[in-house]
């Protein structure tokens, strides 16, 4: 299970930290390629993960392309009805909307983690451009110096309306060594396993998708 090979990780980071008297704790992690088989409901044409800039900078950024067998505006629904994210998108416990200034910007408050290991509160931003894009910016919280997450929605294969162009991008970085370190290891699972939750919420919410196994 991810929650126990997370905290077996944490406790042997824990332990080192404690017993070291010298040494560099910057040092990050490589994460090896991997090839990526093809999901039953998604077309995969791109995923990234990486590290941005140079020595000292613990920012990542994640980016991903698919091809959904589902129309822009389904899917863009779906993205921007942030309430409902505690219903279906993995290690989100809860998602409340705390205020709104328009029809295409509010704020939410989300609760994230692992329970009992790791469970931490922020803040957000949500700027709204229907049918293509959502925009999540972090505004404050104990988990994360930087936090921005962009969701964009363009035309599919052919201009067939009922599939469309998926793009997922986040970038981040988090305040704590420990969290830093863990998501060398784990956060490309986890981000996985988000983005992915959001082709199935579709699939509950329209029924069976429009295409499905073929490679742009």
Not at 110 to 115: A, D, E, K, N, S
Not at 189 to 195: D, E, P, R, S
Request: net charge positive; with cysteine; charged share 20%.
């Amino acid at each position: 299970m991810l929650l126990e090979q997370i905290q077996l990780v944490s406790q042997r980071l824990i332990r080192h930290r404690c017993n070291s008297t010298q040494g560099n704790h910057g040092t990050i992690l490589s994460k090896k390629s991997r090839a990526i088989q093809p999901l039953p409901l998604i077309v995969i044409s791109q995923r990234n993960f990486k590290l941005s800039g140079g020595l000292g900078n613990n920012r990542k950024d994640f980016s991903e392309r698919k091809i959904l067998g589902y129309s822009m505006e389904e899917l863009f629904n779906i993205v921007a009805e942030v309430e409902k994210y505690k219903h279906f998108v993995p290690y989100c416990l809860n998602s409340v909307v705390t205020s709104q200034t328009s029809a295409k910007r509010f704020t939410a408050d989300l609760t994230i983690g692992f329970p009992p290991l790791l469970v931490e509160n922020y803040t957000a931003s949500f700027m709204l451009t229907s049918p293509t894009l959502v925009k999540s910016v972090y505004i404050r919280g104990n988990l994360f110096n930087h936090l921005e997450t962009i969701w964009k929605f363009s035309p599919g294969p052919s201009g067939d309306p009922k599939s469309c162009t998926f793009d997922f991008y986040m970038s981040f970085e988090f305040r704590s060594l420990l969290h830093t370190q863990l998501s060398q290891m784990f956060f490309d699972n986890v981000v996985n396993k988000i983005t992915d939750a959001f082709s199935v919420e579709a699939k509950r919410r329209y029924g069976p998708p429009s295409i499905t196994n073929e490679y742009v």
